[in-house]
């Protein structure tokens, strides 16, 4: 076994906790875990493998909860249209901000990407109110209904769930050893050199931007439709600001780190959230330390840990 | 094939200025560069040469002039479309993919030449012409034995040589070298020379060298530049006699 299988090996552990469990025990916990990994994937695509930090995130994930809301409920849209809208809503106001923000690069990128972001979330507060319902959101966001299954029970909805984190797991992965993946790996790499090859440095950020606001928003209708509910905090920059920790704490720029960070980010906040209210706080606490003390991630660490429990491992 | 007054140009800047506020790092540079040739760039520390390269290979902007590459206007194209269109490129300061493998370089060079507008998603097929691409230019520089060992971590003269076959894979025309022997021992300068004559054999060549006895050695035609402007060109034995050039620069290095 390899460090790669054992991660691998962990993440499988974790999301299928529910099956493993008595009585589904963390099934509500694990169903979170699955959606924001989706999120942490697709995001980690832009910032592990093309080396961009994006802070806009949040715009692409709280646009795809309110299109999956909005279809289903005022436009009578079915689940999976809808699903498929939301991420290519994402997917396109992620395309508009690339024209944008692409332009610079480094902390300007961010930066922009914030300010972009910001943006959406407070038109979805005020001028947006009547598409929106403002500060109040939308309650009542439906399930899927499918194939006579009860959705609306978080032991059936998880394995729908699941598939759809499966399916985005593995075309992460495929993207990661395509030709695209490989050029964003370059352009990370440096990228006057990419350019200078013949890499059309801009198109291609502009793609895996675009692709990664298509996960951003299947990830934010598919939590609108976990919580029966979309609000404007879904598109508020904390919430890319947890995205960015999640894939820090886990290892940026591999499968399954994010995951793991998605994980152990989400025990935390719901353990921490029922011992005080300062929770916020002493999460982002611990996240600085383990950055420091782990700057590869957990996945950077377990690595290293295997490596040496495991001598001539390397082989 | 080396033409004479009636071999027509595969480069051409006509006119053009590059200029950093009020400064002006190229100006008045009007050259035609023939095929095949070998021309040596020669000037003073802060001369322009390498703006004069940003300028031709997209990488600086110019406020003035145009660039013509093959007789198609390149002046507004980006660095990536003028390497498809046949400018290759080294750099002063090595730029090379540090942490991954020699390897891995090339095989990235050899992507973005063959996959050009189908970036994304491509025959298993071609995967294989792209590391035998890879392996070709390999034994041409010479790496065979540091195919898999991180770029970063090879001598400053196989890192030149890797940038050489960076560029050699985009299948360029014209190539220009900003100073690829800079920096490294004697032995090695001559091997680097070798190597240079003998994988830009029919290709036009921009080439920015400060030793002089190699740059007369090698070119066939040298180009001196002073604040910006172009000094004098010509044939190594007429810019050694040229006055201007002995007092602006030869003088001085030596
Ligand atoms: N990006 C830049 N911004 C401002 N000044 C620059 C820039 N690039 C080059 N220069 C200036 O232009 C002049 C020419 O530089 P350069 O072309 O690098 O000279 P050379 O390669 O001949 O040594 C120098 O005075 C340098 O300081
Ligand atoms: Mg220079």
Known sequence: MNAQRLLAFLVAIIISAPLLLPDGQGVGLVNAILIWSIFAIGFDLVFGVAGMLSFGHAAFFGVGAYTLSLLTMRMGWDFIPSLGAAGVVGGAVALVFSYFAIRVSGLFFALLTLALSQLIYIMAGTKLRMLTGGVDGIAGVPRPDLFGIDFYDDGNYYFFLLAVFILALLISGLIRISPLGQALRAIKSNEVRAEQIGFNVQRLQRSVFTISGIYAGVAGGLLASLIFYVGPQMLHWSTSGDVVIMVLLGGMGTLFGPILGVAIFEIMREWLSTQTSHWYGILGLIFIVCTIGMPKGIAGLIMQLWDRITPGGKS | ?254
């Open chain 2, 1 to 254: 094939m080396s033409g004479t007054s009636e071999a027509k140009h595969v480069l051409r800047c006509e006119d053009i200025e590059v200029s950093y506020g009020a400064f002006k790092a190229v100006t008045n540079v009007t050259y035609e560069f023939k095929p095949g040739l070998l021309y040596g760039l020669i000037g003073p520390n802060g001369a322009g040469k390498t703006t004069l390269m940003n300028a031709l290979s997209g990488r600086a902007r110019l406020s003035k002039g145009r660039v013509f590459l093959n007789d198609h206007e390149i002046t507004k194209q980006s660095p990536h479309a003028r390497t498809w269109a046949g400018l290759g490129r080294s750099f002063q300061i090595t730029q090379i993919f540090a942490e991954m493998t020699v390897f891995e370089n090339l095989r990235l060079a050899a992507q973005a030449h063959r996959f050009r507008l189908q970036p994304f998603w491509s025959p298993v097929g071609k995967f294989r012409e792209i590391a035998n691409d890879a392996e070709k230019v390999l034994s041409e520089i010479g790496l065979e034995n540091s195919a898999h060992v991180n770029a970063g971590s090879l001598s400053h003269g196989d890192q030149r040589a890797l940038e050489i076959g960076l560029a050699l894979l985009s299948e360029p025309k014209v190539l220009l070298l900003d100073e690829p022997l800079a920096g490294v021992g004697h032995d090695v300068a001559e091997k680097a020379v070798e190597l240079i004559r003998r994988v830009t054999e029919g290709l036009t060549v921009l080439l920015i060298e400060h030793n002089m006895d190699v740059v007369m050695e090698i070119s066939d035609e040298i180009i001196v530049m002073l604040a910006g402007e172009i000094l004098a060109s010509g044939e190594a034995e007429t810019i050694k006699r040229d006055p201007r050039v002995r007092t602006a620069y030869l003088g001085e290095e030596e």
